[in-house]
């Protein structure tokens, strides 16, 4: 039963897609990164995003900074 169980995970792993679509925060990884090292929040980066007319939620900024910093 063991070996079947194995067998399907293996199965599963071979034809799941990783689905990666870069996110729009990478393109200012740089500066978002400075910026958070300085002590700027994930609201007052979302406000400076905003700023330069990218429109993303203050969550999706604390995540990218979860995942980056």
């Known amino acids: 039963m063991e070996a079947a169980a194995a067998a ?19 393109r ?3 500066e978002l ?3 958070h090292q ?16 990218v429109k993303v939620v203050w969550s999706t900024v604390r995540r990218w900074l979860q995942k980056n910093a």
């Not at 399907?8 to 990478?26: E, M, V, W």
């Not at 929040?41 to 905003?50: D, N, V």
């Open 8 to 26: 399907l995970k293996a199965h599963t792993k071979a034809i799941r897609k990783k689905r990666y679509q870069p996110s729009q925060l990478d």
């Open 38 to 53: 300085a002590g700027v929040t994930a609201a007052e980066l979302q406000r400076w995003l905003r700023a330069k007319k």
């Open 33 to 35: 990164l400075q910026l």
């Open 28 to 30: 200012y990884r740089g």
